[in-house]
């Protein structure tokens, strides 16, 4: 179960929200999820299994046991959430576990063209034993194109004849682009990405499932999760909506009092990536020039990431201390899956007492309330997110709270939350820099 506490909102000495504020506006819950209804964006609809589902189980229970290695060509939102969904689920030294005891393969995502990182993915593959999946929602993305031609050109020479096409699967728009293109002309198996789910919001398409599903991640009980997180977003009862809430907090929060950044702090080493996937739902999502009726109106939240305990020596100060521009969201587990204690002190220790006899649990549990308390003290906004336990279903759950407090927030704004025209300039010079090169 995923639960979100704004409690902390309501005890603020001048930078703090009523809770009346945020759950008296049921009318306005009910025309945003018309709204957002209207617009038929498609994160909703594959929150539950579907054919799809089947066709990726069934690949992945016909490939098990045939690769060592199975490497993400993919970035951005083709690799975010994949990377939440390996660092939440599987230990965290997952592809330093011996083969025998991982029982799966080891999963390298590869979200970036810098060369040091490709040689040394090069150095530990064995291609015949390596398993490439290419996802790119457009076929058209260049890193990702040049990743796979670097690829495909070893793979040829590692594999010898027609056999070489087993070692590649296409995760891609269904009709077009050059890597749809590609999967007809050499063979490839291949999964779509629906029309009208976007990058960011296709952790539970084939983007996240299919290399979840090959590393043993229980994809149906992540379905389970994200079904249960839809109809919760679509409950009209504000007090039940938790991705309304959130949305809700955030919006006021940045029009009384200009906070215009939001921090995930994670105090859970495995859901530190979960905050690098929301960083780019929040980003891309709500930083616009132009609302939807083309007024220019340059708006945006700013995400951050943090991982508690650690960045309580990195960040706080500025948090406590800094500009009141920030709500700090606590992203937490109730229950770790591994048992530790603290052994009781000597004589020679005395003065860390209050650490002897103590698990590691309760110590991260204490220290993200010792510091969510100093933020209340110094006036500073924080919320919480948690997790009875870190799981597929929790996880599932998460995500589809998380999109749809994206989905609130841009009819807030007045935004498309869907679109990223931000990116484009970007790619046309980076095309436009290189053909002048030649």
Not at 174 to 184: N, V
Not at 192 to 207: C, E, K, M, Q, W
């Amino acid at each position: 179960m995923v639960g979100l506490s704004l409690k902390h909102l309501h005890t603020l000495k001048t930078h703090g929200l009523k809770q009346k504020e945020i759950l008296s506006s049921g009318q306005l819950l009910r025309g945003y999820l018309q709204d957002i209804q209207r617009r038929r964006q498609g994160f909703l609809d594959i929150a539950h299994p579907s054919d799809a589902t089947k066709d990726i189980l069934k690949y992945a229970k016909k490939v098990r046991g045939s690769f060592e290695h199975v490497v993400v060509l993919g970035i951005g939102g083709s690799a975010l959430g994949v990377t939440a969904l390996m660092q939440a689920l599987k230990p965290l030294s997952w592809n330093q576990i011996s083969g025998k005891k991982r029982g799966g393969p080891q999963l390298h995502i590869l979200d970036n063209v810098d060369p040091e990182l490709i040689a040394n993915l090069d150095s530990i593959l064995d291609y015949p034993k390596t398993l490439f999946v290419v996802i790119s929602k457009s076929g058209t993305t260049p890193e990702t194109v040049a990743q796979y031609l670097y690829y495909k050109r070893k793979m040829k020479k590692a594999v010898k004849g027609a056999s070489y096409a087993r070692h590649f699967v296409m995760v891609t728009d269904l009709e077009k682009g050059f890597l749809r293109e590609e999967a007809r002309r050499e063979g490839f198996v291949n999964f779509p990405i629906p029309d009208n789910v976007g990058g960011r919001f296709s952790v539970l398409t084939a983007v996240g499932l299919l290399p979840a599903a090959l590393i043993g991640i229980d994809i149906l009980k992540l379905l389970k999760g994200a079904s249960k997180g839809a109809d919760a977003f679509l409950s009209a009862k504000t007090e039940d909506n938790s991705a309304y809430q959130l949305a809700r907090a955030q919006y006021l929060l940045q029009l009384r009092y200009g906070v215009t950044t939001t921090v995930m702090m994670a105090y859970s080493s495995a859901l530190y990536s979960v905050a690098d996937w929301y960083r780019q739902l929040l980003a891309e999502s709500i930083g616009k020039a132009v609302n939807r009726e083309g007024k220019t109106v340059h708006t945006g939240l700013t995400p951050i990431k943090a991982l508690g305990v650690t960045d309580q020596h990195s960040q706080v100060q500025l948090y406590n201390e800094g500009p009141y521009d920030k709500l700090i969201l606590f992203l937490e587990t109730k229950t770790f899956r591994s048992a530790v204690s603290i052994p009781k002190v000597g004589i020679h220790e005395q003065a860390f007492s209050f650490l002897g006899g103590v698990s590691f649990a309760d110590l991260m549990h204490t220290e993200q309330k010792a510091t969510q308390e100093a933020l209340t003290q110094y006036d500073r906004p924080t919320a919480n997110i948690s997790l009875d336990r870190i799981s597929e279903e929790s996880l599932g759950e998460l995500f589809v709270m998380l999109e749809g407090s994206i989905a609130f927030l841009g009819e807030m704004y007045g935004i498309d939350a869907y679109n990223q025209p931000g990116v484009e300039l970007g790619k046309v010079l980076t095309k436009k820099m290189l053909l002048d090169s030649h």
